[in-house]
């Protein structure tokens, strides 16, 4: 089917449509020409649900490089269809969020959403791609969208830094996915993802199955910001707010989590794979957490709050993995449960958390600031932000009557079992899941409330704010109203959604305990007083006890002191690799032009010498020499004696006429050479030669002498003897070895072929005509050279100024 | 007397390649002379020497040299020629502009 190809091209080809409409019509806002394409989109892919739904797979493909496996290949099941939902869906509630957060006079609209088009159709290219190369592609254009949109307020430099930050780290990450990719493809020989899977069996074994699955897993980890590579997350919130609800928290940011849900029924099983996972997801929700609380920033706190969600889904689709050590059993099926959950808690983040940067994004827009400290009491300015910002908060804490609850009781459910596993030695360890899960929650409950408690309740303190508050126009606080409500009808609607497009994803990641009991469960609010609820009620108290004596414990966050954080590691890498590479380049790159020569002969002398030896078609054979006359003995002697002197020459003078003298030497052995027409041409050109020199002489000073000092003189003559030596020994084995006839005996044709008795002439006028005309060109570029270099000069001290 | 000529040629590149290395601009440039004087023996060389008379047809001879490399070799000259007087005169500007004939000293300044 073609049409999905088409929806995946429909926004990055509308995308290079938006400058042009943003000079045709420069008094439209530009949102309202983007907004009908995710809207589009949209309904497209809410139409596919019911195909999908009943588990079957939208695929298609269009060739490209067929010699390369390098297929267009789209493959839409229950796992994409989720995302491109989000994509769309989230995508149009931000684009109409930002028609009223981005002012049409102040900003360059056709530039954001350009940039936000292109991003839009890369994602969606990433989580539809069925071949490995496609993939890629759509990963990398992803992360240079979001350079593009971190970097947005481009004057700022924070948001240069943030933008390069997150490039490199994301761009490297995708380039260990590469390496990870092309293993797989070695493996199987085949590019495409489905394929792949099909072949899990037979690449078990293999030894570059678990190099692969890390080097897949880091692509993963740098994209979706987990520890310790989610540093450049909070430095992306350098973005506008729109586009932080949209890549840094709904979408982009999800894309590791794709990577790691698609590559589940191919590496899970594994106990590297679920130890990385699940263990560095963990990690991460708890550090992502901890971190949260002490943040000032509002956005700088969602962006930690994010990276620990993050983590969380994370370590779900980790301890899930187990579910495929071993085969599909009944026993083994209550592990899929935390897969399930993953997928719950993905849609249930998408929504709270999109909502949630929409509502800082309303507070900053209102107020001007986003610090906690400066902020408080605006719950009468603004009560339906005010709302909005507890159905959120609440949802992310972890609270009834929120779809967060449902999803956190899950995931508390998922860790409980962790322990009980027999594999991978998780009977010792894994009780620190839970432990570990449970202290992450208290502190997501904390941060969770400090953006509803600091921000709109406590004092009112007008001298701290930039502007007036005011309730936001209802068209910004439109897309935060559809998110909110989703995140209640969620709570009461659970299984719809699980119906429709959780259970078509699960079939998807784990296709053998299809249709098993137990495999899609019955999501309900209320299961009875069990452990899950004791962990939350625990969260919730302990929660508000420690948000209330902050001030006693909050000395814990100097014991990890500044110098040693991560981010000034990465500072610390970034400089080190910047003046590592400029001291080596500078060690080589001198500037010095024998320093140069030096490199190209000791590579030919290395090159080809050592290719002449290794070969062995070094070959001597003087029997069909010709013989050599007194003439011609004398005139070897005069030209070594002169070539020679030329060393020894105490001016340049004599070194010219030495020169001169070797030319002429030359035309002599042309003369006897039979070779009369190169006589001629050597006499004239070595006489005018010899006279350029003069003239030259003229203007510049008698040559500095050079110096004699061993040290330089040394390699000079090594390297020289060596030139001279592989010269003569090219040549002689050359005559040495005929390896077949020459081709010359054609040209003395030339009188039938050309008309001319002069076969030299007849081969450069005739034969090898184009040859002699382009000939004449390169005299008369040089000529040009020549009559511009003496002819134009320089403003007086111009050239100086420049390299100041 | 094709070896002759070859060891020859040896010497002539080993002077040139000796004075490419300099660091004063005349011998380089004259380097690159006597390099393209090497280069034209070794051309002429490689056809054999003295196995006929001269390409023109209509001679007494039967047998002629080899007349490719000749015809290679006149190109060369020509070319050898715009390359030199291109470096002379460049040599003369760089000189004019910077003052010194001493690639050491025309090397730029780190702190570009």
């Known amino acids: 089917m073609i049409s999905i190809h088409a929806f995946i091209l429909i926004p990055i080809l509308t995308a290079f449509l938006i400058p042009i409409f943003g000079r045709q019509f420069p008094k439209l806002h530009l949102g309202w020409v983007v907004l009908p394409v995710p809207i589009l989109l949209f309904s497209f892919f809410v139409s596919k649900i019911p195909v999908i739904s009943a588990n079957k797979a939208i695929t298609g493909s269009v060739a490209w490089i067929r010699a390369l496996d390098l297929h267009f290949a789209v493959y839409l099941d229950g796992l994409s269809l989720i995302f491109t939902l989000l994509i769309t869906g989230i995508g149009s509630l931000v684009v109409l969020y930002s028609i009223f957060y981005l002012s049409k006079e102040k900003e360059s609209l056709s530039h954001f959403y350009t940039y936000l088009l292109l991003f839009m159709g890369a994602m969606l290219g990433v989580v539809l791609s069925d071949n490995l190369m496609v993939l890629y592609l759509f990963w990398e254009l992803t992360s240079i969208s979001s350079f593009l949109l971190i970097a947005f307020w481009f004057r700022r430099k924070k948001s240069r830094y943030g933008a390069q930050k997150s490039f490199l780290i994301t761009v490297g990450g995708g380039i260990a996915m590469l390496v990870g990719f092309i293993m797989l493809q070695v493996m199987t020989a085949t590019n495409s993802v489905q394929e792949i899977i099909a072949m899990r069996d037979s690449i078990q074994d293999h030894e570059l199955f678990v190099p692969s699955l890390v080097l897949i897993l880091l692509g993963a980890f740098t994209k979706s910001a987990q520890f310790p590579f989610h540093i450049w997350l909070p430095d992306a919130m350098e973005a506008p707010t729109p586009v932080s609800a949209y890549l840094h928290s709904a979408t982009m940011v999800k894309a590791g989590l794709f990577l790691v849900a698609r590559f589940t029924p191919v590496f899970g099983g594994e106990a590297t794979w679920f130890w990385l996972v699940s263990g560095v997801g963990i990690f991460t929700m708890f550090w992502g957490s901890f971190t949260a609380v002490r943040q000032n920033d509002l956005k700088a706190l969602l962006a930690y709050s994010t990276i620990s969600q993050l983590g969380l889904m994370m370590s779900l689709f980790g301890l899930g993995s187990a579910a495929l050590q071993g085969g599909a059993s009944t026993n083994s099926i209550i592990y899929t449960q935390a897969i399930f959950a993953a997928l719950f808690h993905l849609v249930n983040h998408a929504t709270f958390k999109g909502a949630l940067f929409m509502i800082v994004g309303i507070v900053d827009h209102g107020v001007g600031t986003r610090d906690v400290r400066k902020l408080g009491g605006l719950l009468s300015l603004m009560p339906i932000t005010f709302t909005l910002s507890v159905i959120g908060s609440f949802s992310m804490a972890g609270l009834p009557p929120f779809n967060g609850f449902l999803s956190k009781e899950m995931f508390f459910t998922a860790v409980l079992n962790a322990p009980e596993m027999s594999i991978f030695s998780m009977d010792t360890w894994g009780l620190l899941f839970p432990i570990i899960a449970w202290i992450g929650s208290i502190f997501t409950f904390i941060y969770s409330m400090i953006i509803v408690f600091r921000t709109f309740l406590g004092p009112y303190r007008r001298e701290r704010l930039e502007k007036d508050p005011h309730e936001a126009p209802i068209g910004m606080l439109l897309s935060p109203i559809v998110l909110c409500t989703f995140v209640i009808l969620l709570f009461f609607f659970p299984n719809l959604l699980s119906k429709y497009l959780l259970a078509p994803a699960m079939n998807g990641i784990l296709p053998t305990y299809q249709n098993m009991e137990g495999f899609i469960p019955k999501i309900s609010a209320w299961h009875g007083f069990n452990l899950e609820l004791l962990m939350t009620a625990g969260v919730v108290i302990l929660g508000i006890v420690l948000m209330n004596t902050y001030r006693f414990w909050n000395v814990i966050y100097d014991l990890f002191p500044e110098k040693l954080s991560l981010d000034r590691g990465y500072q610390w890498i970034l400089a080190a690799s910047e003046s590592g590479s400029k001291k080596a380049t500078d060690r080589y790159m001198t500037g010095f032009l024998p320093n140069y020569l030096y490199y190209i002969f000791g590579f030919l002398l290395l090159m080809v010498g050592g290719t002449l030896f290794l070969s062995g078609s070094i070959a001597f054979d003087p029997s069909n020499d010709a013989s050599v006359s007194l003439y011609e003995g004398v005139f070897v002697g005069i030209m070594s004696i002169a070539v020679v002197g030329i060393l020894f020459a105490k001016s340049r003078m004599t070194a010219t006429l030495l020169n001169g003298l070797l030319g002429y030497s030359i035309a002599v052995f042309f003369v006897l050479f039979r070779a009369p027409d190169l006589a001629l041409t050597q006499l004239v050109v070595e006489t005018v030669t010899t006279v350029l020199f003069l003239l030259c002489f003229y203007h510049l000073p008698e040559w500095s002498k050079e110096d004699r000092s061993w040290k330089v003189r040394f390699p000079k003559i090594i390297i020289s003897i060596g030139m001279g030596a592989l010269t003569v020994l090219i040549a002689l084995s050359v005559q040495g070895n005929k390896l077949f006839e020459s081709i010359s005996s054609y040209f003395e044709d030339s009188y039938e072929l050309a008309g001319g008795r002069n076969i030299v002439n007849s081969i450069l006028g005739d034969f090898r005509a184009f040859d002699t005309m382009l000939e004449v060109v390169v005299l008369f570029i040089a000529g040009i050279g020549v009559y511009t270099l003496v002819k134009l000069k320089a403003p007086q001290g111009g050239d100086k100024i420049e390299r100041k | ?112």
């Open chain 2, 1 to 112: 007397m094709e070896t002759i000529i070859t060891l020859l040629i040896g010497v002539l590149v080993s002077v040139a390649t000796y004075l490419l290395l300099s660091k004063n601009v005349i011998r380089v440039v004259l380097g690159s002379a006597i390099l393209s004087h090497a280069i034209h023996l070794l051309l002429i060389t490689m056809g054999g020497l003295k196995k006929g008379g001269v390409p023109i047809l209509g001679g007494k001879v039967e047998t002629y040299v080899d007349a490719l490399p000749q015809a290679l070799i006149l190109t060369a000259i020509v070319i050898s020629f715009a390359v030199t007087a291109f470096f002379l005169v460049l040599m003369y500007r760089t000189y004019q502009s910077v003052g010194t004939d001493n690639l050491h000293e025309m090397r730029g300044t780190n702190d570009e």
